[in-house]
């Protein structure tokens, strides 16, 4: 095989990586909305529910009516769980971008190689 015909039959796997990434992408930034606003829908709640008196448990303490001050941040030790399916999600997200820009690099090198491969 020629080195044309190397670089020609690498671009078109970079090409097809680059696709089967560039695919994952709606479902992946969809599942990082979803727990974003799960993460804000639970704050919203946990908040609501302390200022209208209606405890809340952090740490197996339960937090009732505390100063409108501190509502906020008590809200987000309660939704630990909802922020770290939110970050888990984000972390997903980000990785795929990345690796979509990786397969982007390798395939904008292999069409260098082969327009120089192909003028020689």
Not at 13 to 19: P, R
Not at 30 to 48: F, T
Not at 65 to 88: D, F, S
Request: hydrophobic share 50%; net charge neutral; proline share 2%.
């Amino acid at each position: 095989m020629s080195q044309v015909q190397d670089i020609a039959q690498k671009i078109e796997s970079a090409i097809a990586e680059l696709d089967k990434l560039r695919q994952h992408l709606p479902e992946t930034y969809n599942a990082m909305v979803i727990a974003s606003a799960k993460y804000d829908g639970a704050i919203g709640i946990a908040m609501a529910k302390m200022s209208m008196g209606a405890g809340i448990e952090i740490d197996g303490h339960v937090i009732k009516q505390p100063a409108m001050a501190v509502i906020k941040e008590y809200a987000k030790a309660a939704c630990t769980e909802e922020k770290i399916a939110m970050m888990t999600a984000e972390c997903k997200y980000k990785s795929l971008l990345k690796n979509m820009e990786h397969a982007a690099a390798k395939l904008s090198a292999l069409q260098t190689l082969f327009r120089h491969l192909d003028v020689v």
